[in-house]
């Protein structure tokens, strides 16, 4: 394992005064940026929230540059509101579209504002078109990349999200990976050791910074805790085939009626069209207990996740959010990059099928939970920290 120590004196705290006090060390005047940062969609945001507060405390001359591949308000605008990140230096404007066309238009971009900022690396967190254009863009021009969130694998050849993940990590200098799990993949994988680094996870340290904010936030409608299931759906592979959207949905309106229980979904807009076109929008949010809400801020998801009964998702990032917020998991994916979880007995995936997800939440409905400490696995809070730190070693050139 290759994780350095911290350098600050103060590097277990997670206070927000400590690293607010240091914001005003960042410019975006500067035509030239040592770091470029560059995110597109929403988990990537929530990605960015507490590293580049260690960022600014330790002077690091950086900038944002945002492709525009998450657009709409609540997508997009909010969580830079929510979670202060700096406005970014470069908005690429690319939007939806295929993902060839897509991931084309941000590298035609990229370059460009690579060459007009002349960093000397490019971060790019999780496994988006975003963050592959970043990292291709980058090394393309000789660029340094690192990956936060390095080494996560599906083993699904054909996900989106999987192919972006391999290439960029064979793509980059520096590797962050979030996981004992995710750090031994990359080793498998033939990639040098001395460029990946066991971190822990970035989105964990949200958890532990921003553990008042999140009970203090406010929901636009009333819940009573552990009353109610908190859902999402999304991905590309659930959504985009009916056969397999109308099994989940059928499972989550059984699940309410069965457990008596609301069921708060905040719809994606991908969702949201696919259900339209396919005719399922007007009676699945009809359904008694079914409360189909519009996308919600970062910090209302946590408390939802938090005070949930049960989380059923296909996200990623929540079915990590929900473990560290003590709350159990369906996850109706195949598989699960954040196998942790499963061995901790929290989570159980079922896939997109209907008699999987009800076994499951009978499961967890009847079955006491293993006694874990959910932070241990993902670094405690400390991944930020670690990552800059890193960075600063590297902009110092004492790492090769
Ligand atoms: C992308 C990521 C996925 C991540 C997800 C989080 C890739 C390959 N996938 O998927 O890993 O989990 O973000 O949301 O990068 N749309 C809007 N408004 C927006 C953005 C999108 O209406 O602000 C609609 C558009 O119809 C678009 C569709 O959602 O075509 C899908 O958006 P896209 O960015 O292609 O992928 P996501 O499904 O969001």
Redesign the pocket.
């Known amino acids: 394992m290759n994780v350095k120590q911290n350098k600050s004196d103060d590097s277990n705290s997670n206070s927000h005064s400590v690293l607010e006090t240091n914001t005003t060390k960042h410019t975006t005047s500067h035509t030239n940026i040592d770091v470029l940062v560059v995110v597109g969609?929403?988990?990537q945001f929530v990605k960015l929230a507490v590293l580049l507060k260690y960022f600014r405390k330790h002077g690091i001359n950086f900038g944002v540059v945002h492709t525009g591949?998450?657009?709409?308000y609540e997508?997009?605008k909010i969580f830079f509101e929510d979670l202060e990140i700096p406005t970014p230096v470069k908005h690429l404007n690319v939007g939806?579209?295929t993902?060839g066309k897509?991931t084309a238009l941000m590298l035609e971009r990229l370059e460009d504002t690579y060459q007009e900022f002349h960093p000397q690396c490019v971060v790019v967190p999780?496994?988006?078109?975003?963050a592959l254009a970043g990292a291709l863009a980058a090394v393309k021009l000789h660029i340094h990349t690192f990956h936060v969130e390095a080494g996560l694998r599906s083993r699904l050849q054909f996900m989106?999200?999987e192919i972006?993940r391999v290439l960029i990590d064979h793509m980059s200098t520096l590797l962050f990976a979030p996981t004992q799990t995710a750090y031994d993949n990359l080793l498998a994988e033939g990639i040098a050791t001395d460029k990946v680094h066991l971190t822990g996870d970035v989105m964990i340290d949200n958890i532990v910074f921003y553990a008042d904010r999140i009970e203090k936030t406010e929901l636009p409608f009333t819940v009573t805790p552990n009353q109610y299931i908190y859902t999402t759906i999304?991905?590309?592979e659930n959504v985009d085939f009916p056969e397999k959207l109308r099994e989940i949905l059928d499972a989550i309106k059984l699940v309410a009626q069965k457990y008596d229980l609301d069921v708060i979904i905040p719809l994606?807009?991908?969702t949201k069209?696919r259900l339209l076109s396919y005719g399922m929008f007007s009676d699945f949010v009809a359904s008694p207990g079914i409360r189909v809400i519009e996308p919600v801020g970062y910090f209302q998801s946590l408390k939802l996740a938090k005070h949930a009964k049960l989380v059923i998702t296909d996200?990623?990032g929540l079915q990590k959010e929900a473990f560290a917020l003590g709350t159990p998991v369906v996850t109706m994916r195949e598989t699960t990059e954040w196998v942790e979880i499963v061995d901790a007995g929290w989570n159980i995936i079922t896939d997109y099928k209907k008699t999987r997800i009800l076994d499951a939440v009978t499961h967890f409905m009847e079955k006491k939970l293993p006694q874990v400490n959910a932070l241990e696995f993902y670094g405690s809070g400390t991944a930020s920290e670690r990552i800059t730190s890193l960075i600063e070693d590297f902009l110092g050139g004492n790492i090769p």
């Open positions: 969609t929403r988990p591949q998450h657009y709409d997508m997009n939806s579209g993902h897509q999780g496994d988006t078109n975003s989106a999200e972006n999304h991905r590309a994606h807009p991908r069209k996200s990623g």
